[in-house]
């Protein structure tokens, strides 16, 4: 920490620097609350981000000081003692707000002249923390996803230069690097390096960003205002060749990915999902503009099941939000199929000769490919399958959603894994009440957040929902053939 002599060279410079900086007060109690703690957290983070270009590059904020130097060369004082500030509530409130969390601040009190300052002292970081919420301060509004940094005295959201610029200092002394390779080859490299948490949320994010830019281009909304029903699988297609790419990342990453990187993913189709009513388009197409955001979904999910990592699914389950019909909703209110494509058009699907759950069945098609590089086997990736939508139809009653419909009813499904059990029982059900027994609160979905109940009223929900799920698939399958 600087001593008392470095504290009056900072009060007596004419200006903020880009990692000094004066606030007179903060004020984290009353009716701005919410305003003044992302005041704080965006001037932290600004010095954090600026800071950092060496290994022995610290930043500063000098609380109780007013950001003017007076003619007499002094400057406006408070007492910061009264507010009773500690380096552990900093963190807290930077880390609610940011990734990857910033691993320290240095808090001091001293008394400099009969004034008393806190000394907020912030270590150099080897990452770029990015903003995992947006920021409304008193002084402007700061938007999830921006890397704020400080140009003098100035705060302002890092461009790609400066990134980049940033990321080749920090790399000097910390080894952070971001190699020109594909997404997808950063991606698996990055994976294998808890140090790069950031590089891989700023990669799976910039690529987000991307995909919702081009679905949002006005040239191609327009083309659901000229659309007809029968052409709803030319559109599949062309939301399937824009969405390759992120698809990508999202089975490599929720498949190798470690809990560290849980909320990536969910943030990723926070973006993609975020999709507009705009244009003069029929209710089927605007339906379908959630196409993309379902597909990474259900690819992430099947893939976080193959890899086991159940809290990245939890994530995707409790933390994704779509917009649908001008609301943000939840992943089992928006992203089930049938309310992407709804009864009245899916007769419209090339898949409703074979299936009366055409998009299940295409979906099912479709992924086996991208996901052949996790699962190896056709059994493999139908249990994978199946239990995913399974678990998605428990988060919607968990959620008062409905019954999501899936492929653990069909009657396909059911025979192929009579072959195995000799029972004509909804398979899945059985299989997870059989791990329960085994394994009991330790049941690795239920012990990483995917039900979030204690464990006496997660069986009693189970059990109920099971019954439910259980009398739509056998009227299901009364009625439907596959």
């Given at each position: 920490?600087?001593?008392?002599?470095?504290?009056?060279?900072?009060?007596e410079?004419?200006?903020e620097?880009?990692?000094?900086?004066?606030?007179?007060?903060?004020?984290?109690?009353?009716?701005?609350?919410?305003k003044?703690?992302?005041?704080l957290?965006?001037?932290l983070?600004?010095?954090?981000?600026?800071a950092?270009r060496?290994?022995?590059?610290f930043?500063?904020?000098?609380?109780?000081?007013?950001?003017?130097?007076?003619?007499?060369?002094?400057?406006?004082?408070f007492?910061v003692?009264?507010?009773?500030?500690?380096?552990?509530?900093?963190?807290?409130?930077?880390?609610?707000r940011?990734t990857?969390?910033?691993?320290?601040?240095?808090?001091?009190?001293?008394?400099?002249?009969?004034?008393f300052?806190?000394?907020?002292?912030?270590?150099?970081s080897?990452?770029?923390?990015?903003?995992?919420?947006?920021?409304?301060?008193?002084?402007?509004?700061?938007?999830?996803?921006?890397v704020l940094?400080?140009?003098?005295?100035?705060?302002?959201?890092?461009?790609?230069?400066?990134?980049?610029?940033m990321?080749?200092e920090?790399?000097?002394?910390?080894?952070v690097?971001?190699?020109?390779?594909?997404?997808?080859?950063?991606?698996?490299?990055?994976?294998h390096?808890?140090?790069k948490?950031?590089?891989?949320?700023?990669?799976?994010?910039?690529?987000?960003?991307?995909?919702?830019?081009?679905?949002?281009?006005p040239?191609f909304?327009?083309?659901?205002s000229?659309?007809?029903?029968?052409?709803l699988?030319?559109?599949?297609?062309?939301?399937?060749?824009?969405?390759?790419?992120?698809?990508?990342?999202?089975?490599a990453g929720c498949?190798?990915?470690?809990?560290?990187?849980?909320?990536?993913w969910?943030?990723?189709?926070?973006?993609v999902?975020?999709?507009?009513?705009?244009g003069?388009?029929?209710?089927?197409?605007?339906?379908?503009?959630r196409?993309?955001?379902?597909?990474?979904?259900?690819?992430?999910?099947?893939?976080?099941?193959?890899?086991?990592?159940?809290?990245?699914?939890?994530?995707?389950?409790?933390?994704?939000?779509?917009r649908?019909?001008?609301m943000?909703q939840?992943?089992?209110?928006?992203?089930?199929?049938?309310?992407?494509?709804?009864?009245?058009d899916?007769?419209e699907?090339?898949?409703?000769?074979?299936?009366?759950?055409?998009?299940?069945?295409?979906?099912?098609?479709y992924?086996?490919t991208?996901?052949?590089?996790?699962?190896?086997t056709?059994?493999?990736?139908?249990?994978?399958?199946t239990?995913?939508?399974?678990?998605?139809?428990?988060?919607?009653?968990?959620?008062?959603?409905?019954?999501i419909?899936?492929?653990?009813m069909?009657?396909?499904?059911i025979?192929?894994?009579?072959?195995?059990?000799?029972?004509y029982?909804?398979?899945?059900?059985?299989?997870?009440?059989?791990?329960?027994?085994?394994?009991?609160?330790?049941?690795?979905?239920?012990?990483?957040?995917?039900?979030?109940?204690n464990?006496?009223?997660?069986?009693?929900?189970?059990?109920?929902?099971d019954k439910?799920?259980?009398?739509?698939?056998?009227?299901?399958?009364?009625?439907?053939?596959?």
């Amino acid at each position: 920490m600087i001593d008392q002599h470095k504290l009056k060279e900072f009060l007596e410079l004419k200006d903020e620097s880009p990692k000094v900086e004066f606030k007179l007060k903060y004020e984290l109690t009353g009716q701005n609350k919410s305003k003044n703690l992302d005041e704080l957290a965006k001037d932290l983070l600004a010095l954090t981000n600026t800071a950092g270009r060496a290994a022995d590059d610290f930043a500063y904020l000098i609380i109780g000081a007013g950001d003017t130097l007076k003619p007499d060369g002094t400057r406006d004082a408070f007492d910061v003692r009264s507010s009773n500030f500690t380096a552990e509530q900093f963190l807290n409130i930077v880390n609610a707000r940011c990734t990857p969390p910033v691993a320290e601040f240095r808090y001091e009190v001293i008394d400099q002249g009969g004034n008393f300052y806190g000394v907020v002292e912030i270590p150099p970081s080897p990452y770029i923390h990015e903003l995992t919420r947006n920021l409304d301060t008193p002084r402007g509004s700061w938007q999830l996803g921006g890397v704020l940094i400080r140009r003098g005295s100035q705060i302002g959201i890092a461009g790609r230069s400066e990134m980049k610029q940033m990321e080749r200092e920090k790399e000097n002394w910390s080894g952070v690097s971001a190699d020109a390779k594909t997404a997808l080859e950063q991606l698996e490299e990055f994976l294998h390096d808890p140090r790069k948490k950031i590089a891989v949320r700023r990669l799976v994010l910039e690529e987000a960003k991307a995909l919702h830019a081009e679905l949002n281009k006005p040239e191609f909304l327009a083309k659901d205002s000229t659309a007809q029903n029968p052409v709803l699988n030319e559109r599949i297609a062309e939301y399937e060749n824009l969405t390759r790419n992120l698809l990508d990342l999202f089975v490599a990453g929720c498949y190798h990915g470690g809990d560290e990187l849980d909320s990536v993913w969910s943030d990723a189709l926070t973006v993609v999902g975020d999709t507009t009513d705009e244009g003069h388009a029929s209710d089927a197409f605007l339906r379908l503009r959630r196409f993309p955001a379902m597909l990474l979904f259900y690819a992430g999910g099947i893939a976080a099941i193959a890899g086991e990592r159940y809290k990245t699914l939890a994530a995707m389950f409790h933390k994704t939000k779509v917009r649908r019909w001008r609301m943000q909703q939840s992943a089992s209110e928006a992203l089930p199929p049938a309310t992407v494509v709804d009864r009245y058009d899916r007769k419209e699907l090339s898949e409703y000769q074979f299936s009366a759950m055409p998009l299940e069945f295409h979906l099912r098609n479709y992924l086996r490919t991208s996901l052949a590089v996790v699962i190896h086997t056709e059994d493999e990736y139908l249990d994978c399958f199946t239990r995913f939508e399974y678990f998605f139809a428990l988060d919607g009653l968990a959620k008062s959603n409905g019954i999501i419909l899936g492929s653990y009813m069909w009657e396909s499904e059911i025979r192929r894994k009579y072959q195995r059990t000799y029972s004509y029982n909804t398979p899945v059900i059985g299989e997870t009440n059989a791990e329960l027994e085994q394994d009991g609160a330790e049941w690795l979905p239920y012990k990483n957040g995917i039900f979030s109940m204690n464990w006496e009223k997660f069986l009693d929900f189970k059990k109920e929902a099971d019954k439910k799920l259980s009398e739509t698939a056998q009227n299901f399958m009364l009625t439907k053939n596959y």
